[in-house]
């Protein structure tokens, strides 16, 4: 081999970092797709089950969600944070090796949130051989799927701390778990970012880990490869073998009412989403329906190429995705946000995710969240068409302005549209961001966040467009789209 120039060689180390992307173009399975049913918290399916039952008005429906996004919020500055200071690390010493620049961080890791509240949308989930069947919070903020989880504890399996309520997956029976050792690589190197512990008593003990979540709850248990059995489009079933689960065989802290465990479906080499993703084509969608006026309307996470036959290839916009800038969610590059047609005037840096900006594309957010210097242009265009409704004052903290809807036309408020900086532009339905707070209320739903900082664009400001996360291609696809 020829020797090359340093530059190169640094290319080519970074290229083997994230180069496990490539991976994902090797098995496709193009023939069919696979949907799995998403379940918002909220849904009618879940009601008494999860959290606590469906809050009773729509008003403390909003508000529950408000209280779960600020959960996310941390969340998500925490993981900016990390990366900042991973990125500077990076940039002060050079090392030979990719996976250790990592290592120094990990006590500052957290959990996404989601299972202590912050989870909004739910998947049935079959686990194990013969299958177990369990509902988890699908979550785009987290790496790891897991399980509320038993095994080989005999006697001392009820002794342990856990959630009432849930599900346990039983692992002494399913014939196709197999724990990961903790002399392994992959435990030593590779399961670092998913908080796996160093202790290896004998080489073939499990891999072990203590998830830890921002309110200092955490889950414990050890990493394991696992068979999920998952239904595909046309009737027929399949399984994903050498999933990375966990088995969470206690929980610490809080016993806040949630689910059996977590579907992890953000980026990363062990996620969900990236093994399945890999089977079907590399590319996973979901249209969301507006869950603020619930209809008896499924939501569905597809696998493989879309089957949504509300939107036309040809509609299709696309956007690149950034993908292990925040890790393990989705960023996306926005550079501007008009309003009716005129581009409000938002400083450059807001949008620099390789600064101190930047905007996630993020499903278990409700909200959508700009930092201060793009919140208040747009809250400037958008109060302006509603002065003529006044101002209720309402306790829905940090929404700030909510108004009597009688005689309210979306036509009054402009159309918003967020440009992202290859020339896609997605505009939202006035609905997705003047929200119905209660019977006869509105609310203009952006949530103002400090800066610097992230801006996050959430789920409500997402539905009703078909969204396609090509992870092969790094893109985000997206069109207008009923989601039936
Ligand atoms: C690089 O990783 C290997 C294991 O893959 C480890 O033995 C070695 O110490 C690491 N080198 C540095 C400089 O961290
Ligand atoms: C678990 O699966 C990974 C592939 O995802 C594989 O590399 C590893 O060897 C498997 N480990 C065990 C213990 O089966
Ligand atoms: C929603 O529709 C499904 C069938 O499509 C039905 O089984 C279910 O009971 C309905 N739920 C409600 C709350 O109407
Ligand atoms: C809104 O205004 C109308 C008429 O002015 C009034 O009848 C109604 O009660 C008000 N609704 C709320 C929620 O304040």
Same mark, same amino acid.
């Given at each position: 081999?020829?020797?090359?120039?340093?530059?190169?060689?640094?290319?080519?180390?970074?290229? &083997?970092?994230?180069?496990?992307?490539? %991976?994902?173009?090797?098995?496709?399975?193009?023939?069919?797709?696979?949907?799995?049913?998403?379940?918002?918290?909220?849904?009618?399916?879940?009601?008494?089950?999860?959290?606590? #039952?469906?809050?009773?008005?729509?008003?403390? *429906?909003?508000?529950?969600?408000? +209280?779960?996004?600020?959960? *996310?919020? +941390?969340?998500?500055?925490?993981? *900016?944070?990390?990366?900042?200071?991973?990125?500077?690390?990076?940039?002060?010493?050079?090392?030979?090796?990719?996976?250790?620049?990592?290592?120094?961080?990990?006590?500052?890791?957290?959990?996404?949130?989601?299972?202590?509240?912050?989870?909004?949308?739910?998947?049935?989930?079959?686990?194990?051989?013969?299958?177990?069947?369990?509902?988890? &919070?699908?979550? %785009? #903020?987290?790496?790891?799927?897991?399980?509320?989880?038993?095994?080989?504890?005999?006697?001392?399996?009820?002794?342990?701390?856990?959630?009432?309520?849930?599900?346990?997956?039983?692992?002494?029976?399913?014939?196709?778990? *197999?724990?990961?050792?903790?002399?392994?690589?992959?435990?030593?190197?590779?399961?670092?970012?998913?908080?796996?512990?160093?202790?290896?008593?004998?080489?073939?003990?499990?891999?072990?880990?203590?998830?830890?979540?921002?309110?200092?709850?955490?889950?414990?248990?050890?990493?394991?490869?696992?068979?999920?059995?998952?239904?595909?489009?046309?009737?027929?079933? %399949?399984?994903?073998?050498?999933?990375?689960?966990?088995?969470?065989?206690?929980?610490?802290?809080?016993?806040?009412?949630?689910?059996?465990?977590?579907?992890?479906?953000?980026?990363?080499?062990?996620?969900?989403?990236?093994?399945?993703?890999?089977?079907?084509?590399?590319?996973?969608?979901?249209?969301?329906?507006?869950?603020?006026?619930?209809?008896?309307?499924?939501?569905?996470?597809?696998?493989?190429?879309? &089957?949504?036959?509300?939107?036309?290839?040809?509609?299709?916009?696309?956007?690149?995705?950034?993908?292990?800038?925040?890790?393990?969610?989705?960023?996306?590059?926005?550079?501007?946000?008009?309003?009716?047609?005129?581009?409000?005037?938002?400083?450059?840096?807001?949008?620099?995710?390789?600064?101190?900006? #930047?905007?996630?594309?993020?499903?278990?957010?409700?909200?959508?969240?700009? %930092?201060?210097?793009?919140?208040?242009?747009?809250?400037?265009?958008?109060?302006?068409?509603?002065?003529?409704?006044?101002?209720?004052?309402?306790?829905?903290?940090?929404?700030?302005?909510?108004?009597?809807?009688? #005689?309210?036309?979306?036509?009054?408020?402009?159309?918003?549209?967020?440009?992202?900086?290859?020339?896609?532009?997605?505009?939202?339905?006035?609905?997705?961001?003047?929200?119905?707070?209660?019977?006869?209320?509105?609310?203009?739903?952006?949530?103002?966040?400090?800066?610097?900082?992230?801006?996050? &664009?959430?789920?409500?400001?997402?539905?009703?467009?078909?969204?396609?996360?090509?992870?092969?291609?790094?893109?985000?696809?997206?069109?207008?789209?009923?989601?039936?």
């Amino acid at each position: 081999m020829r020797r090359m120039p340093f530059s190169l060689l640094l290319i080519f180390l970074l290229f &083997i970092c994230i180069g496990y992307v490539s %991976t994902l173009a090797l098995s496709n399975d193009h023939s069919n797709t696979m949907r799995l049913e998403l379940i918002h918290r909220h849904a009618p399916q879940l009601m008494g089950k999860v959290f606590g #039952g469906r809050p009773k008005t729509q008003l403390q *429906r909003i508000k529950e969600l408000l +209280h779960s996004d600020s959960i *996310r919020q +941390h969340m998500i500055s925490h993981k *900016r944070r990390l990366s900042l200071s991973q990125r500077r690390k990076a940039w002060e010493t050079p090392r030979s090796n990719c996976s250790s620049s990592s290592s120094s961080s990990i006590e500052m890791a957290i959990g996404s949130g989601a299972y202590h509240g912050a989870g909004q949308y739910f998947v049935a989930l079959k686990v194990g051989t013969p299958a177990q069947k369990f509902m988890v &919070i699908a979550d %785009t #903020g987290s790496d790891l799927t897991w399980m509320n989880c038993e095994y080989r504890c005999g006697q001392d399996c009820s002794k342990k701390k856990r959630l009432k309520h849930r599900r346990v997956f039983h692992a002494d029976g399913s014939s196709s778990f *197999r724990t990961v050792p903790c002399l392994s690589e992959m435990c030593k190197i590779e399961l670092m970012n998913l908080f796996s512990l160093t202790s290896c008593p004998t080489p073939l003990t499990p891999c072990a880990y203590d998830y830890r979540y921002a309110d200092g709850s955490a889950a414990l248990g050890f990493f394991a490869n696992e068979t999920i059995s998952l239904g595909l489009s046309n009737g027929r079933k %399949t399984k994903l073998d050498d999933v990375l689960i966990g088995c969470s065989e206690s929980v610490q802290g809080q016993s806040v009412q949630a689910a059996d465990g977590v579907l992890g479906l953000g980026f990363s080499k062990y996620s969900f989403a990236f093994k399945a993703a890999a089977k079907f084509g590399g590319k996973f969608s979901y249209c969301l329906v507006d869950h603020l006026s619930p209809k008896n309307v499924s939501n569905y996470l597809t696998f493989g190429s879309h &089957i949504n036959t509300a939107a036309s290839p040809n509609d299709m916009q696309f956007t690149k995705l950034l993908l292990g800038v925040i890790s393990p969610l989705y960023a996306v590059n926005v550079m501007g946000i008009s309003s009716g047609g005129v581009m409000l005037d938002i400083p450059f840096e807001v949008w620099d995710i390789n600064g101190v900006g #930047g905007t996630v594309f993020d499903s278990g957010t409700s909200l959508t969240y700009l %930092t201060v210097p793009a919140y208040q242009p747009v809250m400037a265009a958008l109060e302006a068409s509603l002065l003529r409704f006044g101002k209720l004052k309402l306790d829905i903290k940090p929404l700030n302005y909510c108004f009597n809807s009688t #005689g309210f036309d979306e036509s009054l408020v402009p159309r918003l549209a967020f440009h992202f900086a290859d020339g896609a532009r997605f505009e939202p339905p006035v609905k997705s961001y003047v929200i119905d707070a209660a019977p006869g209320v509105k609310c203009v739903g952006f949530v103002s966040t400090s800066w610097p900082g992230t801006s996050v &664009i959430g789920n409500i400001m997402q539905q009703n467009n078909l969204w396609e996360f090509d992870l092969v291609q790094n893109k985000l696809g997206f069109a207008p789209s009923t989601c039936t």
